[in-house]
Nanobody, 123 residues
Framework: QVQLVESGGGSVQAGGSLRLSCAASDLSISRNCVGWFRQAPGKEREAVARIYTGGIDYGNSVKGRFTISQDNAKNTVYLIMNSLKPEDTAMYYC??????????????????WGQGTQVTVSS
């Protein structure tokens, strides 16, 4: 059974940085699409970043500030978040699917989800 476990969330001040981790079990991140999403209270889930065999996509709101990467030996995907803003405050989720990423980058393309890790950015 595929499991995704996020970690690394926390509270930071605006301008700060955090690194989120997504450790996968029973799914190899080197051969399957893995993504990060976020959801703030009262808002829809938003696509943040995804990675598949080195190909990367970012959501418009995080381009230039966030970086997604992977460590195949650890079977872990990271989300490095720099220049954090209060509007980045949300629950961040890791998601995965078998094989390549879908054409559209949205939550419908991911059947496997982690429990989430909270990120809070104060002004």
């Amino acid at each position: 059974q595929v499991q995704l476990v996020e970690s690394g969330g926390g509270s930071v001040q605006a301008g700060g940085s955090l690194r989120l981790s997504c450790a996968a079990s029973d799914l190899s991140i080197s051969r399957n699409c893995v993504g990060w999403f976020r959801q703030a209270p009262g808002k829809e889930r938003e696509a943040v970043a995804r990675i598949y065999t080195g190909g990367i996509d970012y959501g418009n709101s995080v381009k230039g500030r966030f970086t997604i990467s992977q460590d195949n030996a650890k079977n872990t995907v990271y989300l490095i978040m720099n220049s954090l803003k209060p509007e980045d405050t949300a629950m961040y989720y890791c998601a995965a699917r078998w094989g390549a990423c879908t054409w559209v980058f949205d939550e419908d393309g991911f059947p496997f989800w982690g429990q989430g890790t909270q990120v809070t950015v104060s002004s």
